[in-house]
Nanobody
Framework: VQLQACGGGLMLAGGSLRLSCVASGRTFSSYGMGWFRQAPGKEREFVAAISWNGFATVYADSVEGRVTISRDNTKNTVYLQMNSLKPEDTAVYYC?????????????????WGQGTLVTVSS
């Protein structure tokens, strides 16, 4: 089982970025998926999550209105569209598969994790 996240990079504040995470080795279409991030010296924190069918989403307050999570189960892929980037968005972003059909905000509700992709936002 592998989760491959990509799309990170160096961005200017105010810019946009789309992260992708492709799951391989098995299908996760019955499970919620989420994005977390970890800034240097900080704990990993919740960003966004989506239910198995994409009908329900939940966001951290810090990104609400600027970020959209979506998924394409035909491609076993989850996306994170990030707009109006801020320097405080700088972190390694991780995708993960929930143990449940819903997307969860709690880190330990996730059983599979990708390797992370670095997003750096410069002012």
């Amino acid at each position: 089982v592998q989760l491959q996240a990509c799309g990170g990079g160096l961005m200017l504040a105010g810019g946009s970025l789309r992260l992708s995470c492709v799951a391989s080795g098995r299908t996760f279409s019955s499970y919620g998926m989420g994005w977390f991030r970890q800034a240097p010296g900080k704990e990993r924190e919740f960003v966004a999550a989506i239910s198995w069918n994409g009908f329900a989403t939940v966001y951290a307050d810090s990104v609400e209105g600027r970020v959209t999570i979506s998924r394409d189960n035909t491609k076993n892929t989850v996306y994170l569209q990030m707009n109006s980037l801020k320097p405080e968005d700088t972190a390694v972003y991780y995708c993960a598969v929930s143990r449940y059909s819903s997307g969860r905000t709690y880190l330990y509700d996730y059983g599979y994790w990708g390797q992370g992709t670095l997003v750096t936002v410069s002012s």
